[in-house]
């Protein structure tokens, strides 16, 4: 319903970008001709191209210098989801949380960016991602083709669902007294239930689309500067393989995230 029921409300698509600034309006003061920038644009997309116009209050900010272009491209998204949902949880320095889908876009950046808000990380991800989730700050990595979180007597103040799989018909068991599931992807029915598990428990559900800042993107790109956040890159494909792009990521087996890049994108 937000992206088109029929076909797809913008023609062109994407919603992360990162490039040069090629021309600013005459009122324009927060951005000059040359500044290397990452942008996110949410619903209004399109990204897939050469040229993007953003509006100065914008959720963009300056790329930070330590950063390639194509890793600045990985900022936006997963970064600003996490930290969103993380706002709206009111997630707590100590608290235990656990990050289900901890491979992705999302969880990638959930797990570096729940451990920098100083809490105990858990990811759950398959055999094959288990040494990546750990080497972003988890402190136990659950494999979920051994192990079922939900049966292991476990509980957590935040449980963060990036793929669906956690519903809190299946996670509410390992959430703590007050502890908080954030919906980070669920269908209809599991948004329908929000209402009911507020007036029936203690535990909330939080979903919804995230909000895109641009403060929020400066603060990704200070914490990737200083290394506390890094970028994770499974594969990058030109522009015109970008339906095998869309195939990959489709598949739900990458690994962070998957870059589109043009003829003449910087090397740096």
């Known amino acids: 319903m937000i992206f088109g029921v029929l076909r797809p409300r913008q023609p062109i698509l994407g919603t992360e970008l990162t490039g040069e600034v090629e021309s600013v ?22 990204c897939y191209a050469e040229y993007k116009c953003m509006p100065e209050n914008g959720a963009m900010a300056l790329k ?11 900022l936006s998204f997963g970064g600003t989801t996490a930290l969103d949902f993380f706002r709206r949880g009111k997630l707590q320095s100590g608290e235990k ?10 969880g990638t950046a ?6 920098h808000f100083g809490a105990e990380v858990t990811g759950v991800c398959s055999t094959v991602n288990m040494e ?22 476990i509980t957590y103040d935040v449980i963060v669902d990036t793929v ?3 519903p809190f018909s299946r996670s509410k068991g390992s959430l703590k007294e007050g502890g908080r599931l954030l919906m980070v992807l669920g ?37 990737a500067e200083t290394g506390e956040f890094k ?6 494909y030109p522009l015109e393989q970008i339906v095998e792009a869309h195939r990959y990521v489709d598949t739900g087996r990458k690994k962070g995230n998957v870059v589109i890049t043009l003829k003449h994108d910087h090397k740096t």
Do not use: C
């Open 25 to 46: 309006g005459k009122d324009v003061s927060k951005f000059n001709v040359g500044d290397k920038v990452f942008a996110i644009s949410g619903a209004g997309m399109g």
């Open 97 to 106: 949380v656990l990050v289900n889908g901890a491979s992705g876009s999302v």
């Open 64 to 74: 930070p210098p330590n950063l390639t272009y194509y890793e600045a491209a990985t």
């Open 110 to 115: 959930a797990v570096q960016l729940a451990r």
């Open 187 to 223: 269908g209809l029915p599991d948004m329908l239930q929000i209402p009911w598990v507020s007036m029936t428990s203690n535990k909330k559900v939080i979903a919804g689309p995230a909000a895109e800042r641009a403060e929020d993107l400066r603060l990704l790109a200070k914490l």
């Open 164 to 166: 669906g799989t956690a």
């Open 132 to 153: 990546l989730v750990q080497s972003l700050g988890a402190s136990h990595v659950i494999d979920y083709t051994k192990e079922d979180f939900t049966q292991n007597g």
């Open 231 to 236: 970028p994770v890159i499974d594969r990058r």
